[in-house]
């Protein structure tokens, strides 16, 4: 019957036969038959229809084509419309080669109950292959006294078809001296006319062999006739047809036959070789023939399951070019050489702990690719497990339970096939079958630790991570995944997910914000487990999050001044002795720990030997006694340096003036402590000159209203000295001792009128209970304001962090037991006494000297200067505040 695929070809037939076995089962044949070289997806025919099977349950019951061979099908079905079409394009030469019949077999398979129905695709040959031969150009040599009539045997052409689209005939292109002769057996050309070798040597021939496939295909060959002197004897071999049998995979080197040829001829004419006609490639690969003795040997591999038969053309020449024909038939014997492989069909897994003994889980199939005794399988279970195997249909078994399932005793099941076939010796193979037993979600997600810490340093990237948690759920599947989550809660008043975040699969806490040491140190959040299940179970953990201190602050220098925001000088008399205290530097750090603590060290100084610093202190002090060839300028350079690692450092600059009188000092615009500055301090003091100059009536009439008034002066010699808070960072303030620097210190003033000789005394530091009756260290706002000059800085400081809560001897920067208000250093100059404040309205340390007469100068932009006795002094008092 005509399929409608195939309606162009013409060439399409299909027989259904259908048998119905009263068994457990339904077994059906159907074969169709269609041309080779068909495109991938063509319809060969509707399997639903030819086997009366309903369309709407091909899916349900998972049908699908298996083959017989350890190979991919063939075809394909298609579920919904069930039509079986091509998997691939098919050719018959290469599937089946001279076979006149090519017959594949397909299986189609139906599972719930099992069916097997056998599938028989016949494919039809086509004419897609041309005619050759084995080679270009045949040689052949004849003697110019052939007879007429004589001939010659020619190679014939292999086609890869077969029937009628395999070679029909052949075609001699025309000439003088020959012509064509074709019986059903071999091609020959006879000699019609006498060759003269004299009027032609050399003569070629085109001769043309067609096939019979519709349209024709041909293919040529060039026979090339050299004309020599008499060879007339062709050799014979002594069988037409040689048969011989070996087993598959025989050793390379086995001799499969002999062939042999005798030529009646003497000499060259006599002498024969051996070689095989027109052979496939595969087959060439698999024998080769001693072109001397004719041996016929084994150099590949041999597969009985590949190809069981070979046909050899052999060809016997002698020395002039004349052969003759023989065909070598090779017969491989079958041995047990394939194991039985093992296919998993269908599998149910998980299987339900709840499923009854008997039900279905699995269908197993077993092929060895062994023909005969060889090929028969037994397949068995070789364990104590609740399952078995019942035999089918064909190799097929069907994996069932004995028993009950309990996920409780036993979650997993790894199942031992064995499949042994029945040759000799016997071959077998397994394969592990692994099976779980689905469970319900009983079991809550439980922590690996009751708590957990994490430790993260400041000024962290956002996004590090921080710790992992990790929580077991012993369920299976989505009952056992677990996935994380933050609780929600409250750090420092900010949502907790504005700190941390955490990985729902992973459990990774990571940072969101980078953390500050300086502003908490540790904080608490609550992080649940909760599993997929349905409903789901949780649990909840505490996880701390400590912060640890790096050394991220610099040293801040208050006094002095850093170098570059002031000018500063102080006086050192030229009698000062070795040890005596010129001057201290004060610096705090607002990291904690040992990242906090200061250490000084002098740089740079114009006399490397005259002064030191304290390590600790921060005190500069005279190493020697000052002798009268010291250079009057000295400039120290001192950096500060925390103990943290990497070290972090300042640095500022002190300017020492070596006299006793400010008379002996150079003028103040002649005085220049390196180039750079130069310049730029003879400008500023001409400047401050001029304004001085301006505004100094205006001064005087300011003085005499203040002291009128008769206050108390309270900015130089009240023996008090302040720090504002505006020279002090954030966190450093005095507030009842517990800070790291007092921002108050006092000195006390012994000024001789008419005497060289005049007492500094450093005193220590008032408390209230130290100060006269009615005076407090406690200022009022209006007190700073005119101590300092600048309204709005507060007295109230924020105390520094715990850690500066040393004792004495061990507190950094400004602490230690060389304090500078703790200490009392008595010297007497030849001159006077220096005494120093920090002027707010200059911006320097401005020296006041006392010498004979009393006479007071002070030091300040334009260089203010204040009469020669004790009134003059106070007045200079009034007007300091002034500029102030």
């Known amino acids: 019957m005509e399929h409608r695929g195939f309606s162009k070809l013409g060439l399409v037939s299909r027989f259904v036969v259908v048998c119905l076995i009263a068994l457990q089962t339904v077994c059906g044949e159907v074969s169709y038959s269609f041309p080779e070289e068909m495109k991938p997806g ?27 061979e350890n190979s991919n099908p063939y075809c394909i079905i298609n579920l919904k419309t069930g039509d079986l079409s091509l998997a691939e394009r098919l050719d018959r030469e290469s599937l089946c080669g001279k076979k006149p019949s090519c017959i594949l077999q397909q299986e189609l398979v139906l599972e719930n109950p099992l069916e097997l129905h056998r599938i028989s695709l016949l494919i039809q040959d086509i004419n897609d292959n041309f005619p050759q031969f084995k080679r270009e150009l045949i040689r052949l040599e004849i003697r110019e006294s052939a007879e007429k009539d004589t001939r010659f045997l020619i190679e014939e052409a292999h086609d890869s078809d077969i029937g009628q689209n395999s070679v029909q005939m052949y075609s001699l292109q025309k000439n003088e001296n020959f012509i064509l002769v074709t019986d059903s057996s071999q091609v020959e050309i006879a000699l019609d006319n006498k060759l003269d070798r004299e009027k032609q ?32 004897n062709a050799p014979v071999f002594s069988q037409s047809v040689y048969k011989a049998r070996v087993p598959e995979n025989s050793p390379l080197g086995t001799v499969v036959v002999t062939v042999s040829a005798t030529d009646a001829d003497e000499g060259v004419n006599g002498d024969v070789t051996f070689d095989f006609g027109h052979v496939s490639e595969e087959d060439e690969k698999l024998f080769s023939i001693d072109s001397k003795t004719g041996e016929i040997a084994v150099i590949g591999v041999t597969d009985f399951e590949r190809m069981t038969s070979f046909e050899l053309p052999v060809i016997a020449s002698d020395g002039l070019g004349l052969s003759s024909y023989t065909k070598v038939c090779i017969d491989l014997v079958d041995v047990n050489d394939n194991a039985p492989v093992i296919h998993i069909k269908s ?5 339900q702990e709840n499923v009854s003994p008997g039900t279905e889980v699995g269908i197993i199939n077993v092929q060895d690719r062994d023909s ?97 948690l990790t929580a077991r759920d012993p369920d299976w599947r989505q009952n056992g995944t677990v996935i994380y989550s933050l609780l929600p809660g409250e750090v420092n008043g900010a949502p907790v997910s504005s700190f941390l975040s955490v990985n729902g699969d992973t459990g990774v806490i990571h940072a969101v914000r980078s953390f500050d040491y300086e502003q908490f140190r540790s904080f608490k959040v609550q992080v649940m487990a909760r599993d997929n299940g349905s409903p789901p179970l949780s649990s909840n953990v505490t996880v701390s999050v400590f912060i640890t201190d790096v050394n991220d602050n610099s040293p801040q220098i208050l006094y002095p001044a850093p170098e570059g925001s002031s000018f500063m000088t102080e006086l050192v008399p030229k009698a000062a002795h070795g040890g005596s205290l010129v001057s201290k530097v004060i610096a705090v750090d607002a990291d904690s720990g040992q990242n906090a603590w200061l250490s000084y060290h002098i740089v740079k100084s114009t006399d490397p030997g005259l002064f030191s610093i304290g390590v600790h202190s921060g005190e500069i002090r005279t190493q020697r006694d000052i002798s009268e060839s010291e250079s009057m300028k000295q400039n120290l350079i001192v950096a500060v340096r925390d103990n943290g690692q990497p070290s972090l450092s300042a640095t500022c600059s002190i300017y020492l003036l070596i006299s006793d009188n400010l008379a002996e000092v150079p003028e103040l615009k002649d005085m220049s402590y390196d180039e750079s500055s130069s310049k730029v301090t003879s400008y500023l003091i001409i400047a401050l000159v001029s304004v001085s100059t301006f505004f100094l009536t205006f001064i005087i009439v300011i003085v005499g209203v203040r002291f009128c008034r008769r206050q108390k002066p309270r900015l130089l010699f009240d023996g008090t000295v302040a720090i504002p808070s505006a020279y002090l960072p954030p966190n450093y303030a005095d507030v009842e001792g517990t800070g790291t620097l007092r921002s108050t210190y006092n000195y006390d003033t012994y000024l001789t009128t008419g005497s060289r000789t005049s007492d500094f005394k450093f005193v220590s530091s008032y408390n209230e209970d130290t100060l006269p009756a009615g005076q407090s260290l406690r200022k009022s ?16 400081q924020k105390p520094p962090n715990n850690d500066w809560r040393f004792n004495q001897g061990q507190r950094p920067g400004p602490s230690g037991p060389y304090m500078p208000y703790a200490t009392h250093i008595r010297w007497t100059p030849k001159k006077g006494t220096r005494y120093q404040h920090r002027n707010r309205h200059c911006g320097h340390f401005l020296p006041l000297v006392a010498d004979q007469g009393s006479f007071f100068k002070l030091l300040c932009r334009g260089g203010v200067e204040v009469g020669p006795d004790q009134k003059s002094a106070d007045k200079g008092r009034e007007r300091l505040k002034l500029f102030r």
């Not at 067609?210 to 050299?226: A, E, H, L, N, R």
Request: contains cysteine.
């Open 42 to 68: 063509s319809v060969i025919g509707n399997l639903a229809k030819d086997l009366g099977l309903i369309i709407d349950s091909l899916s349900i019951r998972k049908a699908r084509i298996d083959s017989d």
């Open 201 to 232: 040597q050399d003569i070629k021939l085109l001769l043309t062999a067609v096939d019979g496939g519709s349209p024709q295909k041909s293919g040529t060959v060039v026979i090339q006739v050299t004309v020599l002197d008499a060879n007339d």
């Open 347 to 351: 599998l149910t897994n998980p299987i």
């Open 372 to 468: 005969g005794t060889n090929r028969q399988v037994r397949c068995f279970i070789h364990q104590n497990v609740p399952f078995k195997l019942v035999p089918s249909i064909k190799n097929y078994y069907s994996l069932v339970t004995t028993d009950y399932l309990d996920r409780e005793l036993l979650s997993d099941y790894n199942i031992t096939i064995v499949a042994t076939d029945e040759g000799s010796p016997p071959l077998s193979s397994s394969k592990i079958v692994q099976f779980s037993v689905a469970d319900v979600n009983d079991n809550p997600p439980v922590f690996e630790e009751q708590t957990y810490s994490a430790y993260v340093t400041e000024n962290n990237k956002p996004g590090s991570t921080l710790c992992s």
């Open 781 to 796: 706002p209006t007190d700073f304001t005119e101590a300092f000059g600048q309204s709005g800085d507060s007295p109230e």
